[in-house]
């Protein structure tokens, strides 16, 4: 890092209070209100001495860089406009100023908002920086501001109320219940009623109340018309928090100044559910911190200079080792090459020409643009690029700085990297992989290893601070604390709200109506008060709306992202605030009804009665009232005096958590992470003076958090990307538009004003047949590699007929839904089905997206999945229902794309964009189909004209099929059995298939019987056969009286076993290894067979032989035997009177059975009818049972 370290020297002043790293002694409790307060509350102290007064540390024990860096960010700038002096959060008047009205705000007036400039220089650094510090400041405030104005005008409106603006987030009453002294700041938790919103939560799955986001809180009475405090979402604890009825979250109020204790005030809580603040937080300071530091680059950030030199570190030393580019045998040729002046030609490794080109642009120029259309390999080249710099970097040298604009391709290209080289570091935790790279997180490496403790560091004086502030604070707050007696009449006299003589006659009359101590706290004003004193009530009540619940948010992913990323310390739980906690509670009140109404009343009545016990007991409990109310102000000033000593306290624990975190970030070759990463750790990267950056997905990303990656130490910028698809997202919509142009990215600014750029060629992604439809956008500049040339590479979609892209065209008009966002349920009728069809005809169901433009069809989409039979089990497809705008990057071998847009307006929305189009039209690989309203689209938007001309067949490329048209009001399939082929016009059409045509299969099965389905293209092994088995039970030789596709049973032995069937195990001597269990029936009747020499006991001389003979015909014989012992046995038994234990004449099932089973269902049927009960075998004895005595289905075997 290029810094000027002779400054800090000399005559540098003494630092003030700004400071965050002066001690925390007692004089910092001069100046401030109620000083006379220090006996009840002594003010925080600091062990450890003034920094001026440290002994000098090495640098290579404590990186003293991070504390210079916030040192310079306190200092003011004396050349820079009002913006480098605006606060971190906004202020109140930011949030109350109206944005509609009034022509002199910063909103309106493009003078005092300066537009983006897309072409041409900027006049100096501070009208770059300043641009894009405005564009972001207003477009994260303002979606709140407007939510603030439109509560403000409407005060009693709920929710559904505002549908002008249908993404504010509306909470009231709102009240304070517990204050949580945590390492990350000082927090609130207020619980909150949802009687705004109408509806329940599903919290787990709602973008509401997110971690970082930016709320506005007035007090219920006043509504926003005097009075705002800005706070942000510290946690949002689902457990033990959202999940409670009131719910409850953590608040980080915005300044010490704001910070609230009164348990009993009213608030209402507004949210811009649209926005996320503290996403451009870090930004925001970023840039403000840049205009106290070199700014490297700007020739061409600033300036936009056309011709780039190479960068410095390479001017130096340009010999460099390529042999990474080539197999071992070529490497020799590729050793200390002469980079800038000797580039080699060869062609013996694996890049194509204009990979080349690009991978040499970002090996010698100090910004490198490189784009690349879709598939042709943008990635591919920065990993050789990093694969090259690494093979030829020094011990000494810095590590290099990769980033990404979202988590899924950092990880991505980390994967890549981690093959070649083990020394890298993931900053921030949201990483799914939770193999390679999650173990390279920070947060990992770091507790993998021994902490050496730092001399001089400043985390072990924070937290020594901390504990101390903690303490006090919460004996600060102890009278306010829940399960509490009243307020103790000395600590009112301490607050100078009673007088010593007034506390000694509360004294002297509890002593002598009770005798009372006086060491009992609050116990004499309890006596005092006596009935006057009564139980506060809970102030909010739980919510009553039934079973109804808002709608998942299946977007909340995307927020999740946003949420890890700004706010998440690594792996911590954010979601949870750890700490100590003090519960805060107004345990009584006074009884009010006496003559005592107003504060100068009741100053007047103290003022004059020194013997409080000649108060009259009516006027007591508002007098009660009186000295609560003032000692929560009391007791308040003094606690937002010890918080402003938290806030710095806060920032020194940071600070020395960054301290230790340099030290292993040093050792590192590569450090990843995100676009919003690099202004949130930017103060621990600048102590690290890295000299290479390189930003993947640059096209997509905000110029401001590109800018703010550009270090003082910076030498080298590589941007990478493709400015033809998707643009960076702004969240005030105006600002996409002229003049602002406030999403245009870094990256196409400069290609837009002409500064050097490579652009890649070749695509290995698309087959040609969909590689085609890209020509509107990209002219003829895209060219196909051999590989998707390779039908073995991009096989045909089964069941398609090698129709591999097609346009199904419908007139059916879209809907809204409740959050205003275009569904259209034609289609997702079709869809749903279509993809069903796929799976049939063999298809992988992670082989499947389904995109589209809106996120209303994404949920239409969602439900149709959920509650269709045969996808409600494919987790894949269900995770590949997405958005194209959060599908930037991705690919699969078939895609389905909804375009939804059909309406009598002729309103395309989203579909007019070219960007996004692009995205939707390039991420299949070998299938794209597309749903929509193609006459519409073609009136509408000249690409999308272009498009539908060539899937017509009137332009462009023919497929290789030979079939021209590609679109039509029918989507053709083609059977892959009978080769017919099948229109499908309605959705209703998709219940005549089963994955192939509308003939009768037919086809034998493996079991023998005939498929009753219809034509089907999956395998007949996997088809249930329901008809009945033929087959007998291999155990005992009775034919089987289950389904096909079930095990075989028998019914007979069920019944005569009482349902305990034997388990026979092999035993080595024959037999049985264990006898089966007999029921009472068994018992009576067991005997020997005569005619069989087989006996079903435990037999020692069993045999294979016997039991064949036995199951071949011996098992009628068994059975006429058995039913001779059981006549026997009921003749005697109704000799004596008793019930017949089997009743086998007056079966009423003789003439509904099979040959050679007459005693098996006889049997059975006796056994069901005696008992009044079914068997447990049969679905149609069951059946039986249901319907009464002697009536049967026609065949017990179905």
Not at 14 to 25: I, S
């Amino acid at each position: 890092m290029a810094r000027n370290r002779g400054r800090r020297g000399g005559n540098k002043p003494t630092p003030q209070l700004a400071n965050a790293f002066a001690p925390l002694d007692e004089s910092s409790t001069k100046g401030e209100l109620n000083a006379h307060l220090a006996e009840r509350f002594p003010p925080a102290s600091s062990s450890h001495p003034h920094p001026d007064l440290m002994p000098t540390v090495s640098a290579t024990r404590v990186n003293n860089d991070i504390r210079e860096y916030y040192e310079d960010s306190s200092q003011n700038t004396m050349a820079a406009g009002s913006w480098t002096k605006k606060p971190e959060i906004p202020s109140s008047l930011e949030i109350m100023e109206q944005s509609y009205c009034n022509e002199d705000t910063i909103v309106d007036v493009g003078t005092k908002l300066r537009p983006n400039k897309a072409e041409g220089a900027y006049d100096s650094k501070e009208e770059y920086l300043g641009t894009q510090y405005d564009l972001l400041r207003e477009d994260a405030i303002r979606p709140l501001r407007e939510a603030v104005e439109h509560v403000r005008a409407k005060p009693w409106d709920n929710e559904a109320d505002f549908e002008a603006n249908n993404n504010i987030g509306l909470y009231e009453p709102v009240y304070i219940t517990s204050k949580i002294f945590s390492t990350r700041g000082l927090a609130t938790r207020v619980a909150f009623s949802l009687s705004r919103v109408k509806k329940y939560i599903r919290w787990n799955q709602s973008k509401r109340l997110i971690t970082g986001s930016l709320v506005a809180l007035s007090p219920s009475d006043d509504c926003f018309r005097t009075k705002c405090v800005l706070a942000t979402v510290a946690a949002r604890p689902i457990t033990g928090g959202l999940d409670q009825n009131p719910p409850e979250i953590d608040l980080f109020f915005a300044r010490a100044e704001d910070e609230e204790i009164d348990p009993m005030k009213k608030w209402i809580m507004v949210e811009a559910r649209s926005s996320f603040f503290e996403g451009s937080r870090h930004t925001l300071l970023a840039l403000q911190h840049m205009m106290r530091e070199p700014f490297p680059l700007s020739e061409h950030l600033v300036g936009a200079q056309k011709i780039v030199d190479p960068p410095s570190y390479l001017e130096k030393q340009p010999l460099t080792d390529l042999s990474s580019l080539v197999a071992m045998e070529d490497a020799e040729a590729f050793q200390n090459v002469d980079i800038l002046h000797d580039w080699p030609t060869s062609a013996s490794h694996s890049l194509d020409t204009s990979q080349m080109k690009a991978l040499k642009r970002a090996l010698t120029k100090r910004v490198a643009i490189i784009q690349g259309p879709p598939g042709t390999g943008k990635t591919y080249v920065s990993v050789i690029d990093l694969k090259i710099k690494l093979a030829n970097m020094t011990r000494d040298d810095p590590p290099i700085i990769v980033a990404c604009q979202t988590n899924h391709a950092l990880d991505q290209l980390l994967r890549h990297v981690a093959e070649f080289e083990p020394n890298f570091i993931r900053l921030g935790g949201r990483s799914k992989d939770k193999d390679k790279i999650k173990k390279r997180t920070l947060y990992e490496v770091k507790h993998s290893m021994v902490q050496p403790k730092i001399p001089g560091s400043l985390r072990t004086q924070a937290i020594i601070e901390l504990r101390k502030l903690t303490v006090t604070m919460q004996m600060l707050l102890a009278p306010l604390e829940a399960n509490k007696p009243p307020l103790d009449h000395q600590l009112l006299v301490k607050l100078g709200l009673m007088t010593e003589e007034q506390a000694t006659s509360l004294e002297m009359d509890a002593q002598y109506a009770m005798g009372i101590s006086s060491d009992s706290p609050g116990i004499q004003m309890e006596q005092w008060l006596g009935r006057c004193l009564v139980p506060c009530d809970r102030p909010l009540q739980p919510d009553d709306f039934g079973i109804e619940f808002e709608e998942e948010d299946f977007e909340i992913e995307v927020l999740k992202e946003l949420e890890a990323e700004a706010v998440a310390q690594d792996d911590d739980d954010f979601e949870t605030l750890r700490g100590e906690r003090s519960l805060l509670s107004d345990n009584r009140m006074g009884r009010g009804g006496g003559s005592l109404r107003t504060d100068d009343e009741i100053r007047i009545t103290l003022r004059k009665t020194q013997d409080l016990t000649t108060i009259p007991i009516s006027d007591r409990g508002a007098i009660y009232n009186y000295f609560q109310r003032h000692a929560k102000r009391i007791i308040l000033e003094e606690f937002r005096r010890l918080a402003k000593v938290y806030v710095k306290a806060v920032l020194q624990f940071k600070v020395g958590n960054w301290e230790q975190d340099a030290r292993i970030l040093r050792d590192q070759r590569l450090i990843g992470m995100t676009t919003t990463g690099l202004s949130k750790y930017r103060p621990l990267i600048c102590s690290l003076r890295p000299r290479i950056l390189l930003v993947e997905e640059a096209a997509e990303t905000l110029e401001a958090p590109v800018a703010a990656g550009c270090l003082p130490s910076l030498e080298q910028l590589i941007l990478v990307g493709d400015h033809q698809q998707l643009r960076p997202h702004c969240q005030v919509r105006e600002f996409e538009e002229e003049p602002y142009n406030f999403n245009l990215s870094l990256f196409e600014r400069m290609v837009l004003n002409g500064v050097e750029m490579s652009g890649l060629k070749k695509q290995r992604r698309m087959i040609p047949e969909i590689r085609r439809l890209l020509k509107p956008i990209y002219g003829n500049v895209l060219k196909d590699h051999d590989s998707v040339l390779d039908v073995n590479n991009r096989p045909p979609v089964p069941g398609m007929g090698g129709i591999d892209s097609y346009f199904f065209t419908h007139t059916e008009l879209e809907s809204k839904d409740a959050n205003m966002s275009a569904f259209n349920e034609m289609e997702a009728k079709m869809i749903i089905p279509f993809c069903d069809y796929l799976l049939y005809n063999g298809v992988d169901a992670a082989k499947i997206t389904i995109l589209t433009f809106y996120h209303g069809q994404r949920k239409a989409l969602l439900k149709g999945l959920k509650h269709h039979a045969n996808l409600r089990n494919y987790p894949d497809l269900y995770r590949n229902v997405v958005t194209v705008d959060s599908y930037q990057g991705e690919e699969n071998d078939i895609v389905i794309l909804s375009l939804v847009r059909s309406n009598r307006r002729n309103n395309i929305g989203f579909l007019n964009v070219d960007n996004r189009v692009c995205v939707a039209l390039s991420r299949a690989k070998r299938g794209f189909y597309i749903f929509g309203n193609a006459e519409m689209l073609a009136c509408e938007s000249d690409t999308w004209a272009e498009v539908i001309e060539i899937l017509y067949g009137k332009k462009g490329d023919r497929p290789t099929t030979g079939k021209v048209q590609r679109l039509g009001y029918r989507l053709p399939l083609e059977c892959t059995t009978h080769g017919n082929k099948i229109w499908i016009e309605d959705p209703e059409d998709w219940g005549y298939l089963n994955g192939g045509c509308d003939e009768d299969c037919r086809c034998t099965l493996p079991c023998g019987h005939m498929c009753m389905l219809r034509c089907h293209p999956f395998d007949n092994s996997q088809i249930n056969c329901t008809q009945k088995c033929s087959k007998r039970v291999e155990h005992c030789g009775h034919p089987c009286t289950a389904l096909c596709c079930d095990p075989c049973k028998c019914q007979f032995c069920d019944t005569r076993n009482d349902g305990m069937r034997a388990v026979l195990k092999p035993n080595p001597r024959g037999g049985t290894a264990v006898p089966a269990k007999q029921n009472p029936v068994a018992r009576i009747m067991k005997a020997p067979t005569p005619v069989s020499s087989f006996s079903t006991g435990n037999s020692e001389n069993s045999s294979v032989e016997q039991w064949h003979k036995y199951a071949s015909g011996g098992v009628k014989e068994d059975d006429a035997e058995f039913v001779r012992k059981a006549k026997e046995e009921n003749a005697k038994i109704a000799a004596a009177g008793g019930p017949k234990l089997v009743d086998v004449n007056n079966s009423p099932s003789k003439k509904l059975v099979s040959e050679n089973t007459n005693l098996l269902l006889d049997l059975d049927t006796g056994c069901a009818m005696e008992n009044k009960a079914p068997p447990r075998s049969s679905y149609a004895s069951a059946t039986a049972s249901k319907k009464g005595k002697g009536k049967l289905p026609v065949n017990l075997m179905d």
